[in-house]
């Protein structure tokens, strides 16, 4: 590994600590170096605090080093721009006298993409790029942000857990806990880092689930949403307990719904139960349109979607093109019975981005190469924290 690309990587693990309260800005660490020595590093803690630069520049004066002169290696391009939460980055590096940066990558935000560059220029500094490869890895550290700013749709994970035989429910579809503590905990992790969760409708009615992070230091969930066609879903299911001002329950329904009575009165029970219901269009299979339910502000709006599917809604997904990243806990356990629904194939552009054990059960997790969120085969930096938090 030559230097340049121990920084970035470095750059690059700080700017993951930032995960889960950055968004929905994008991750950034920066670290500073003089002849070939760490003199300063910083990364984007959290949404309106500082960014990876001011931090790093911090770090360095905290350690008696002057920044002069030094290299400053970030991954993604310093920011420029005012009318925002906290100043700009680049005439910080400048007033710093940093006489190098070297880039991960641009940022796409137009009132940043190559203004920044030009600013640093401008001013006299070197200002490089990495490696094509090493972009790549920078780009895929902020796929959500890369996606949302390109194409205003969620970074969608699918998440699921599966017996050693690919059951994903017992007999009959009975509830199963299939996986252990260790692995229960992680996905309240995973959950708590998402802006909304989503299901099918099956779920709800086979597995009630709340839907919420427990057993987690800090929260963003806000938002739960089920597929729904037929407003079949209970008003005294447990999802809509934690409906209120700061989390909210959405149960996306199709036309369908009208004819499958009696709606007024199931209608009027969800509302009570503090659902709100959205109305969308059906697909050729009659079921609702995902693609139309991305169309909606409310998704848009989101960064970070997890979906726990059934095998259906997987399906559905898969077919969409919508599921960016799967994350599959594969237990030791085996159900044994051919009425235990199974679960689905994962198609084959999605690639193996790592594994892990944890507790008994294994995490692989998956990335859609085919998607417009991908850059890389990298360990996402949900997974390398989880990983190393196993260590
Ligand atoms: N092991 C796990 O990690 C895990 C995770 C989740 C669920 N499960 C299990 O999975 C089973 C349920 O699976 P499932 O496949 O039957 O159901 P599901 O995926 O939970 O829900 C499917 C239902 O959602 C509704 N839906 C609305 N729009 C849809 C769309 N575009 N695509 C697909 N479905 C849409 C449909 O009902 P309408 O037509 O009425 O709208 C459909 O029947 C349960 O036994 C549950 O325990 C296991």
């Known amino acids: 590994m030559n230097a340049t690309e121990h920084m970035i990587r470095r750059a690059i693990r700080l700017a993951m600590t930032g995960r889960g309260r950055v968004e929905p800005n994008p991750m950034v660490g920066c670290v500073l170096a003089r002849d070939g020595r760490v003199i300063g590093e910083g990364y984007h803690t959290h949404f309106g605090g500082p960014h990876a630069e001011p931090q790093a520049l911090a770090d360095c004066m905290a350690r008696g080093e002057s920044p002069a002169g030094a290299t400053a290696y970030v991954t993604l391009e310093p920011c420029c721009h005012v009318r925002k939460k906290t100043p ?110 989503m299901v099918g409708v099956n779920t709800v009615l086979a597995d009630d689930p709340q839907l919420t992070a427990r057993g987690v230091e800090h929260s963003r969930l806000h938002t739960r949403i089920i597929l729904d066609s037929k407003l079949r879903a209970p008003a005294n299911a447990r999802i809509f307990l934690a409906s209120g001002e700061k989390e909210r329950t959405i149960i996306f329904h199709s036309p369908a719904a009208a004819a499958n009575p009696p709606a007024d009165e199931r209608i009027s029970r969800l509302l009570n139960a503090g659902a709100q219901l959205i109305l969308r269009g059906e697909n050729p299979n009659d079921r609702l349109s995902l693609t139309d339910v991305f169309e909606h502000s409310l998704l848009s709006d989101l960064s970070d979607l997890m979906v726990e599917p ?82």
């Open 88 to 197: 700009p980055c680049a005439p910080r590096l400048i007033e710093a006298k940093i006489a190098k940066v070297v880039l991960g990558c641009l940022d796409p935000n137009p009132a940043v993409n190559g203004n920044g560059v030009a600013m640093l220029r401008a001013a006299g500094i070197d200002v490089s790029r990495v490696d094509p490869a090493l972009e790549a890895e920078c780009k895929q550290l902020i796929a959500p942000f890369l996606l949302r700013t390109c194409c205003r749709r969620p970074y969608v994970t699918l998440k699921w857990a599966e017996t050693a035989d690919g059951k994903i429910a017992g007999p009959g579809g009975s509830r199963l806990q299939i996986t252990g503590e260790p692995a229960n905990q992680l996905v309240h992790l995973l959950r708590s880092r998402s802006d909304a969760i």
């Open 310 to 391: 059934g095998p259906a809604v997987a399906q559905s997904f898969f077919e969409s093109g919508l599921a960016h990243r799967l994350w599959i806990f594969r237990s030791a356990r085996r159900v044994n019975d051919d009425s235990a629904p199974s679960a689905i194939k994962v198609p084959s552009e999605y690639v193996v981005t790592g594994h892990m054990k944890i507790g008994d059960d294994v995490l692989t997790e998956y990335l859609d190469t085919k998607s417009d969120a991908f850059f890389a085969a990298v360990p996402s930096a949900d997974f390398v924290l989880a990983a190393e938090a196993l260590m």
